[in-house]
């Protein structure tokens, strides 16, 4: 699948095929991650979370990466399906607040 | 286990009106939060609450304000509307307050709509 950045806010994908959306974040402070999933008319919904003592975390077809070098999150999503079509948002937490990307909208072509 | 409830779903009000939204955490958490979500601005922090206090509060104008009760459900107060409110506010809870390495779990939000 193609890989964006929060620059590209749109990401076409196969179904079946593999998806991968990017996250930069900027505080290097940031001691915690998450990825969200949000459909249309509904909230925000947790998909997977990562701390910053690791760099990798498999969920059921959800693999989140966490390079802290370059300060860059990715969610992988394998086997898309048309049912993963919806916008993701990452967010990190530094110190007690959540800060959240502006979003990727993942749109699964049949 | 019911999830975050937010109500109303949809609301309509006109400019310098005031508004209250309501927020029913998912049993158990004590820590509630609320964010403005604008297709412009994305998911803006609000305020959270945790234990009936206020840990926390982000960059809105004194208009906007909340309480939490001490069953944890939470309210948020929009006094003078202005047509920029216009936005789907949104409530997270979570066992413990931000910091503590634990996912905020969302309601679906309150669509607010000022003519």
């Known amino acids: 699948g193609e890989s964006v950045g929060l620059h590209l806010p749109t990401l076409s994908v196969q179904e079946g095929d593999n998806s991968i959306i990017n996250c930069a974040y900027s505080n290097s402070a940031s001691d915690y991650f998450i990825w969200y999933k949000q459909e249309s008319g509904k909230g925000p919904q947790f998909i997977i979370d990562?701390?910053?003592?690791?760099d990798k975390r498999q969920g059921q077809r959800v693999t989140v990466l966490l390079n802290k070098t370059v300060k860059h999150l990715s969610l992988q999503i394998a086997a898309t399906q048309p049912g993963d079509s919806a916008v993701y948002f990452c967010a990190e937490v530094t110190g007690n607040q959540f800060y959240f990307g502006t979003g990727t909208s993942l749109t699964v072509i049949p | 286990k019911a999830g975050v409830t937010q109500t109303p779903r949809y609301l309509i009000k006109t400019r310098g009106q005031q508004v209250t939204l309501s927020c029913s955490p998912i049993?158990?958490?004590?820590?509630v939060s609320w964010y403005q979500q604008t297709p412009g601005q994305g998911l803006q922090f609000l305020f959270e609450?945790?234990?009936?206090?206020?840990?926390n509060k982000g960059n809105f104008p004194g208009r906007f304000s909340g309480r939490q009760f001490s069953n944890s459900r939470s309210e948020m107060n929009v006094s003078t509307l202005e047509l920029g409110d216009s936005a789907l506010y949104l409530c997270?809870?979570?066992?413990?307050?931000?910091?503590?390495?634990?996912?905020?779990?969302f309601g679906d939000g309150t669509r607010l709509s000022i003519l």
């Open positions: 990562i701390r910053s003592n690791m």
């Open positions: 609450y945790f234990s009936e206090t206020q840990r």
């Open positions: 997270a809870s979570s066992l413990f307050p931000t910091g503590s390495s634990q996912p905020q779990h």
């Open positions: 049993s158990g958490h004590r820590s």
